[in-house]
């Protein structure tokens, strides 16, 4: 979820329907998740005191006790006959002492070390690093927690589940952990089995990621006034992207429009191709390639495959491997804002911008909001030097982002311009 990461970017190409719904997954997610995690910092720091403390006591014990056996055996001692039987036993004990000790402390070092990786979207480093913080201390809620995240990112579902059941055993309220259950159902279209546990999530205090969750599971069931109660908190938690509010009016026509529902829908194949988008995010390209490619062996004309490859080539730096790769999928599907906007950009780096603009102007046209055509028409204005153009464009960009500083400048700047030419 990097700011840098140009595949995840607001008005970046990768819009493709299946890594939208996982990223909003995991951005709503986020609220909830870090709450948890000063929960578990808080947690880990007194549990390591309590360890270190105790560790000190055993360990003044067995001195007190080697004391002890000194004083009761002081001839064997210095004959080197039982003292040194008693002594082994004593650094036997002492080791044993430290490294209880210690290990708690060793696994909230690494469980840190594994959410740094994990914001740096280094899951398999950020996996190793949980997995060792729990094979240290077991019951270090944190670490099964980011376990659990760092393999859904992977888009590794069982071993998340594994590792968020094992958290929520330890603490049976931990709602990041419950989120993560509830939002690996919901990926697999188990909406009976997402429901419980995103309502559990749910009862802790801002709880947003599970009342979206929550909103999506009712509308997609058609249970249209529960979809509205949990709709209004989304709303009321901020909706910067809107999508609540589309949900609540859903919610209150009881009418669920096809476009909306497609951007809640799972994916029937969920998986596979979930796995394939997360790998490409996080700059594992060529197991990307791979997962696409067994999708394309089973059927070589899916679009949302055929896509990801356009994608994994044009964030590749080869926009002319890409185009043939978009225009396939739009061939399965014309309409496919994603691959649209994937043939366009192509279309630019290749040196045809005339090209481009025609299909950023079909998708305003044609594919129901939101996606990036607007801003990339008024982009490609801009650069065209038609300043009048962008004007328009960008007026409604701004109009939806009022506290965008850049998007305000950019549309000061374009007026002056046009007006000036």
């Not at 909103?215 to 910067?240: H, N």
Request: hydrophobic residues 40%.
């Amino acid at each position: 979820m990097s700011a840098n990461d140009p595949s995840r970017s607001k008005h970046s190409g990768n819009t493709s329907r299946e890594e939208a719904q996982l990223d909003r997954a995991i951005e709503r997610a986020d609220a909830l998740l870090f709450k948890s995690l000063k929960g578990d910092e808080r947690r880990r720091r007194r549990n390591s005191v309590l360890f270190i403390m105790g560790g000190a006591i055993m360990v003044a014990g067995i001195c007190t006790m080697a004391a002890v056996l000194l004083t009761a055996f002081p001839q064997n001692a210095a004959q080197g006959n039982a003292a040194p039987a008693a002594g082994a036993a004593e650094q036997d004990l002492l080791t044993t002492a430290v490294a209880a000790a210690n290990d708690p402390v060793r696994a909230a070092q690494l469980s840190q070390e594994g959410w740094q990786a994990w914001q740096r979207q280094q899951y398999e480093p950020a996996i190793a690093k949980f997995n060792e913080a729990v094979q240290l201390d077991p019951k270090n809620t944190g670490a099964w927690n980011g376990l659990g995240w760092a393999s859904f990112n992977s888009g590794k579902f069982a071993p998340a589940a594994e590792a968020f059941k094992k958290c929520v055993e330890i603490d049976p309220r931990h709602g990041a952990a419950l989120n993560g259950l509830g939002q690996i159902a919901l990926a697999e279209r188990k909406y009976d089995e997402a429901e419980k546990y995103l309502k559990k999530a749910a009862a802790v205090p801002e709880a947003s990621a599970a009342w979206y969750g929550l909103a999506r599971i009712y509308l997609l069931q058609g249970k249209y006034d529960e979809a509205a109660t949990w709709a209004r908190k989304v709303v009321g938690s901020g909706d910067e992207d809107g999508s609540g509010q589309r949900m609540l009016a859903a919610a209150k026509a009881k009418k669920v429009p096809d476009d909306l529902r497609q951007m809640l829908e799972p994916p029937a194949r969920g998986n596979d191709l979930a796995r394939g988008w997360q790998l490409l995010n996080s700059g594992r390209r060529d197991e990307a390639k791979g997962v696409f490619e067994s999708i394309l062996a089973q059927k070589s004309d899916d679009a949302a495959a055929l896509n990801g490859m356009g994608w994994l080539y044009f964030f590749g730096g080869d926009a002319k491997a890409a185009r043939p790769y978009f225009e396939k999928a739009l061939a399965a599907e014309p309409l496919a804002g994603g691959a649209m906007n994937g043939l366009a950009r192509s279309l630019k780096a290749e040196g045809d911008l005339d090209g481009a603009i025609k299909i950023w102007q079909q998708m305003v046209d044609k594919v129901p909001p939101p996606h990036d055509g607007p801003m990339f028409l008024a982009d490609a204005y801009m650069e065209k030097e038609e300043y009048g153009k962008a004007v328009p464009f960008l007026e409604k960009l701004a109009a939806a982002e009022p506290t965008n500083k850049q998007l305000q400048d950019k549309l000061g700047r374009a007026r002056e311009l046009a007006k000036a030419k």
